[in-house]
Structure formats: C-alpha cells, structure tokens
C-alpha cells in the first residue's frame, strides 16, 4: 500500500472558495493549497471550509512524514448545491484524478453535506477513509447561541434554513384562513371569520421567515433608507412614488369597499368585482411611478428616457385588455351585464396600444442602433 499514490481530497460542494475567496478550482498540490485555505481564512475566518482545508493539509504532512506517496488536492462545487453543484464536483474530480492518477482517496469534508458527493467520488477511484471536521467551540449557551446566529445569518445557509420552514407555516396558515373564508360564505356565521386570528399570525409568521430566507427584509430597509434621503437630497421621484403608493391603496381600498356588504357570496364575483375596481387606480398609480422617473432624468442629466412612452403605452393598453377581460368574466357568470360593443373595443384598445407600444420600441432601437454605427 505504501507505493501506491493516495490523494488527500477536500470538497467545497457549495463553493465558499471561489465566492469569498475568488479561488479558482481545481487546485492541485501543497503550497496551492496552503495559499487557498489562506484565502478564505483571510475573507471570512468563520468558514468552517477552511479548517476543513487545514485538516487536509495536515492529513498531507503526517501522511508524507510516513514516507507515502501522497498528493492533496481541493475540488469545489457551486453556491447553488444541487445538481449543478455535483455536476462541476463531477468534472474537477475527472480533471484531478487525470492530473493526479492515484489508487485510492482520503476524503477530508466540513460536515454531512459532502457526504452526498461521496458515493460519487468512491464510483471513480476507492476511498481509504473520510474524514469530517468540526471547528471547536467554548461550551456553554454562549457559545452555542453565537454559532447559531452566524449560522443563520449566513445567506445561503439561512435560505436553506428559514424558507422550508417559511414556506409550511404560510401554507398551513393559508389552508386554515381559505377554510374559514369558505365556511363563512356557505353560511354568513362571522365567526369563522373572526377565529382566524392564529391562522393569520402563523401565515405572517412564515412570510416573514421567507422574506428573512431569502434576504428580502434587509432589501426593504435599503430601498427605505434609499428613498429617506432621497427625500432629504429633493428627488421629485420620491413624491411620485408616494402618489403611486398613494394610488395602490386607494385601488386596494376601492376594491374591498366595494365588496364589502354584497350579499353574493361566490368567490368567483368577489375576486372580479375586486379586481374592476381597483385595476386603474393601479393602472395610475404605475403610470405616476414612471412619470417620476422621467422628471427625475430630465432635471438630473436633461434627457428624456425614451422607455417612458413606450412603457406608458403598454401599461394603457394592459389596462385596457384587462378591462376587457375582467367585463367578459362578469358577463359570461351573470354577474353584470357588459354591452357586447364596450367589450369589443376594450379589446380592440388594448391590442392596438400594446401593438403600437412594440413596433415604437422597435423603431426607436433600430433608430438609434444606426446612428450609433454612423458615429
């Protein structure tokens, strides 16, 4: 055994290397080694990647100082682990076991997430041993506390934590509110109504856990802190986006008036009556948005964005087909009686603005794609 070539391996299967250290893999001998596990140890000394690099090298060392023929390599996935991850898992360990050519492996990982990746590992070439390694930790609450808040805080590790988790409270929490609203209208008891207090804080509660999940909450204070000194700096598009706003919750609020005391108790009319109401002060509230952006280019850099007209006349013409759409529905069900010829040229509104919205964006790309090659 002693002649016989043993690669150390160490696997990143979700890629820490190459996104917090910019490590390009696969990396192949000792002193590669030792400038990647200093690389990332350099870029976040938390990593538990790096003390499992580390182990690595000193399974190297002790196995050289035994007079073996030994060489260490590491191989890494991507940050999305999944079958993208293994696949590229895959192609470094072909290009290492090429390059390298060793009859067995010892396999060096940070936890039981590399274990997937084993059974692929020992199908190409025999694996001597595994080894996990777990970075060591004072006892006590503490320290266990500590370990936990960094590793949720984590955006992967958090996102693969708090979004199942996220998820299944938001459906069960959706399963009993859709139940209540349904027992309600079969029967008009409020009750099922008001008993769904619980229901709803544990769909809040996931929804909150999804936004965490996937990092949505720390965007939300960005783009507040972005529009408070926005406001402090005099960005008019701060006060078009507050009238857009503005509009969104006078849409929602139309909308629920208007179905609040109706005595038609399918869901069907509710959701149409709903959304008539309340599409064009949304409608409105979009077009406003766009008007901000526009008075804000032209007072900053004295140009007026093409897109404004072409995105206006889109957002009509969706308005205009949805318009339509909505009054089909409610004809078809009975609901309301729409004339045929209002439907008829909503339709024809809608297609006509938002076909005319396309060739614009056409023409003014083609425009200025030629003026670019005549300059």
Same mark, same amino acid.
């Given at each position: 055994?002693?002649?016989?070539?043993?690669?150390?391996?160490?696997?990143?299967?979700?890629?820490?290397?190459?996104?917090?250290?910019?490590?390009?893999?696969?990396?192949?001998?000792?002193?590669?080694?030792?400038?990647?596990?200093?690389?990332?140890?350099?870029?976040?000394?938390?990593?538990?990647?790096?003390? +499992? %690099? /580390?182990?690595? @090298?000193?399974?190297?060392?002790?196995?050289? $100082?035994? !007079?073996?023929?030994?060489? =260490?390599?590491?191989?890494?996935?991507?940050?999305?682990?999944?079958?993208?991850?293994?696949?590229?898992?895959?192609?470094?360990?072909?290009?290492?076991?090429?390059?390298?050519?060793?009859?067995?492996?010892?396999?060096?990982?940070?936890?039981?997430?590399?274990?997937?990746?084993?059974?692929?590992?020992?199908?190409?070439?025999?694996?001597?041993?595994?080894?996990?390694?777990?970075?060591?930790?004072?006892?006590?609450?503490?320290?266990?506390?500590?370990?936990?808040?960094?590793?949720?805080?984590?955006?992967?590790?958090?996102?693969?934590?708090?979004?199942?988790?996220?998820?299944?409270?938001?459906?069960? +929490? %959706? /399963?009993?509110? @859709?139940?209540?609203?349904?027992?309600?209208? $079969?029967? !008009?008891?409020?009750?099922? =109504?008001?008993?769904?207090?619980?229901?709803?804080?544990?769909?809040?509660?996931?929804?909150?856990?999804?936004?965490?999940?996937?990092?949505?909450?720390?965007?939300?204070?960005?783009?507040?802190?972005?529009?408070?000194?926005?406001?402090?700096?005099?960005?008019?598009?701060?006060?078009?986006?507050?009238?857009?706003?503005?509009?969104?919750?006078?849409?929602?609020?139309?909308?629920?008036?208007?179905?609040?005391?109706?005595?038609?108790?399918?869901?069907?009319?509710?959701?149409?009556?709903?959304?008539?109401?309340?599409?064009?002060?949304?409608?409105?509230?979009?077009?406003?948005?766009?008007?901000?952006?526009?008075?804000?280019?032209? @007072?900053?850099?004295?140009?007026?964005?093409?897109?404004?007209?072409?995105?206006?006349?889109?957002?009509?013409?969706?308005?205009?087909?949805?318009?339509?759409?909505?009054?089909?529905?409610?004809?078809?069900?009975?609901?309301?009686?729409?004339?045929?010829?209002?439907?008829?040229?909503?339709?024809?509104?809608?297609?006509?603005?938002?076909?005319?919205?396309?060739?614009?964006?056409?023409?003014?790309?083609?425009?200025?794609?030629?003026?670019?090659?005549?300059?």
């Amino acid at each position: 055994m002693r002649n016989e070539k043993t690669l150390v391996l160490s696997v990143d299967r979700d890629n820490d290397f190459g996104v917090k250290a910019g490590v390009v893999t696969p990396v192949i001998g000792i002193d590669h080694c030792m400038k990647a596990a200093t690389a990332l140890a350099v870029a976040d000394p938390e990593d538990s990647d790096v003390n +499992g %690099l /580390f182990a690595a @090298i000193r399974m190297y060392k002790d196995l050289k $100082a035994d !007079g073996r023929d030994v060489e =260490i390599a590491l191989i890494c996935g991507d940050k999305n682990v999944g079958h993208k991850s293994d696949s590229i898992v895959i192609d470094q360990l072909e290009e290492v076991l090429e390059k390298v050519a060793p009859q067995r492996v010892m396999l060096v990982g940070d936890g039981a997430e590399d274990e997937y990746i084993n059974p692929i590992i020992s199908s190409r070439v025999p694996i001597d041993s595994v080894k996990k390694v777990y970075v060591k930790q004072a006892p006590g609450l503490e320290s266990t506390i500590y370990v936990l808040a960094k590793m949720i805080s984590d955006p992967d590790k958090k996102k693969r934590f708090f979004t199942p988790i996220g998820s299944v409270l938001m459906i069960l +929490g %959706l /399963f009993f509110i @859709i139940e209540g609203v349904l027992l309600f209208y $079969a029967t !008009g008891n409020g009750e099922y =109504i008001y008993g769904q207090t619980w229901s709803i804080v544990i769909f809040v509660i996931g929804f909150f856990l999804i936004l965490h999940g996937y990092g949505l909450i720390d965007r939300l204070i960005e783009y507040v802190e972005y529009g408070v000194k926005n406001i402090r700096s005099g960005n008019v598009a701060i006060t078009f986006s507050l009238l857009s706003l503005a509009l969104i919750i006078v849409g929602i609020s139309v909308g629920i008036y208007s179905i609040w005391d109706t005595q038609i108790k399918d869901p069907m009319y509710i959701v149409s009556e709903f959304a008539v109401n309340a599409l064009w002060p949304i409608i409105f509230a979009i077009m406003f948005w766009d008007i901000g952006k526009l008075v804000n280019n032209f @007072i900053k850099l004295k140009k007026v964005n093409r897109s404004f007209l072409v995105g206006t006349i889109a957002v009509i013409g969706i308005g205009f087909l949805l318009q339509g759409l909505l009054d089909t529905i409610s004809t078809i069900l009975g609901y309301g009686a729409v004339d045929n010829m209002s439907i008829l040229l909503e339709f024809i509104g809608g297609i006509i603005l938002t076909v005319s919205a396309s060739i614009l964006q056409s023409n003014f790309r083609r425009y200025f794609n030629k003026k670019k090659e005549m300059i």
